[in-house]
């Protein structure tokens, strides 16, 4: 009888203490709330040939990661509570609908026009959003949109 309760005290404070992890994390749907600005577009390393290759082959591989995106350079991005995302562009200003799917490591933005933009949310903090382009299976990963927040 006595081992039968220390295995289900056992148990109760293993349960306790997965919830009280999993209560203690905040949602990522609160952790990107807010404004953020865009601070690098990053490539991974490529496989270049010896003796490298012409600038314009680095173009052509942007160009090909991001055909079917709208490319989002040197922006500043606000997430609103009701998912809506407000995109700044120097004067042009943008309202899309935003969601998390999947397990919370998906962004899917869509536009008014119907394109849907798909991003690998890769790193989520308090000051740091890392968006890795989801694209077809040869160009996943290779590039990656990097934020810091500013409120």
Known sequence: MKLLLTYLWVLCLLVGGWIALISAAPPPERLIVGTWQQTSWEYEKLDLPPGGVPA??????????????????????????????????GEEVEVVQ??????????????????????????????????NIETNIQARGIARLVFNKTA
């Open 98 to 131: 935003w969601r998390l799917k999947g397990r919370g490591h998906i962004l899917q933005i869509i536009h008014d026009n119907g394109v849907t933009e798909n991003y690998h949310l890769e790193k989520l903090n308090d000051s740091t959003l890392q968006l």
């Open 56 to 89: 314009d082959f680095l173009e052509a591989v942007k160009h090909s990661v991001g055909a079917g995106l709208i490319m989002h350079q040197a922006e500043t991005w606000e997430f609103l509570p009701g998912q809506s995302l407000r995109v700044v562009n």
